[in-house]
């Protein structure tokens, strides 16, 4: 079964940083590229950051340019988000996602193949 579990979500204050990590079982990481997504209470799901599978594109959403980092260690099977001057606004449920495109994970997210049930980031002083 192919699965993501994602993790290092909690309780930070403002300004504070965080590392998120995605972890594949059921299948190796290194022909995927991977989607971080975000959903914060009341609101749709938005696009963070995609990262190729050879790690060479990345993309972000302009709300988190200059503050948030999405890197990937094939090796491990893991993709990691690190989050620095973290905002209130950033406080949302984090999910990761498989796909095969690139542009799917940037233009259509929703056809992206797997999908984590999701980790809980609070930025709240």
């Known amino acids: 079964q192919l699965q993501l579990v994602e993790s290092g979500g909690g309780l930070v204050q403002p300004g504070g940083s965080l590392r998120l990590s995605c972890a594949a079982s059921g299948f190796t990481l290194d022909s995927y590229t991977i989607g971080w997504f975000r959903q914060a209470a009341g609101k749709e799901r938005e696009g963070v950051s995609c990262?190729?599978?050879?790690?060479?594109?990345?993309n972000y959403a302009d709300s988190v340019k200059g503050r948030f980092t999405i890197s990937r260690d094939n090796a491990k099977n893991t993709v990691y988000l690190q989050m620095n001057s973290l905002k209130p606004e950033d406080t949302a449920v984090y999910y990761c996602?498989?796909?095969?495109?690139?542009?799917?994970?940037?233009?259509?997210?929703?056809?992206?193949?797997?999908w984590g049930q999701g980790t809980l980031v609070t930025v709240s002083s």
């Open positions: 996602a498989a796909g095969q495109l690139f542009s799917l994970c940037v233009s259509a997210p929703r056809r992206l193949e797997v």
């Open positions: 990262i190729s599978n050879s790690g060479y594109r990345t």
